[in-house]
Every structure is written in structure tokens, then in C-alpha cells.
């Protein structure tokens, strides 16, 4: 079966860090760049973070440029998504997406998604 899992998610306080991990089964993430999305409740799954397949191009939306580190190791058909200093408005489903494609965040380009890990923040 070909699928991803997210995991780590949680409850956090404000300031604090999370990392997520994003494993696939059946195919070779390794051949795949990864998106990291977030949906907050009543809005759009907005993207987060892009990492190449080879993982030496990452990119950062604004929205936690600085906060955060995406990596991956292909080896362990993971990757990983690392956010410090969290804020209440980080709360949100995060979500992992492997596309054929690099450096894009349109949804249509991603063949492969997980089901989300929530993540809370709040005090």
C-alpha cells in the first residue's frame, strides 16, 4: 500500500518546538520532493515548507521562515519537519505531500498525502 504517516504532533505551549516526521511505505520517498501543508480549522490548506529530493534545496513560507528546518533522510524513507518557537497561530493539520515536481506548493502537483498530525498551541 502507498501511503505516507505523519506523526508528532501534539499539544504545545506557546514557544516551544515540534518535529514532525513523515514516513512512506511502498515507494521510494527519495524520488519524490515533499511539501509540508498545514490547515487550520474554517481555512485553506496553505503550504509550509518544500525540501528537494536530495533535500539540498529547502524553502520556507513566511509564515515560519526562521522558525523552521525541514530535512529528510532517504535512507529511513522519512522526512522530517522541525518548528521552534511556536505560536497559537501555528495550530493547525499539518500534512506531508510527495510530488514528482520540485519547488512548488500547488496541491494538484502532489500524487501522495498523508492524513495529518495535529498540532495545538496553547497555553
Known amino acids: 500500500q502507498l501511503r505516507l504517516v505523519e506523526s508528532g504532533g501534539g499539544l504545545v505551549q506557546p514557544g516551544g518546538s515540534l518535529r514532525l516526521s513523515c514516513a512512506a511505505s511502498?515507494?521510494?520517498?527519495?524520488?519524490?520532493?515533499i511539501g509540508w501543508f498545514r490547515q487550520a480549522p474554517g481555512k485553506e490548506r496553505e503550504g509550509v515548507s518544500l525540501i528537494s529530493q536530495h533535500g539540498n534545496i529547502p524553502h520556507y513560507k513566511e509564515s515560519v521562515r526562521g522558525r523552521a528546518t525541514v530535512s529528510r533522510d532517504n535512507a529511513k524513507n522519512t522526512a522530517y519537519l522541525q518548528i521552534n518557537s511556536l505560536k497559537p497561530e501555528d495550530t493547525a493539520r499539518y500534512f506531508c505531500?510527495?510530488?514528482?515536481?520540485?519547488?512548488?506548493?500547488?496541491?494538484?502537483?502532489?500524487?501522495?498525502w498523508g492524513q495529518g498530525t495535529e498540532v495545538t498551541v496553547s497555553s
Open positions: 505531500a510527495a510530488a514528482t515536481s520540485s519547488g512548488t506548493y500547488l496541491k494538484e502537483a502532489y500524487v501522495y
Open positions: 511502498g515507494f521510494t520517498l527519495g524520488d519524490y520532493s
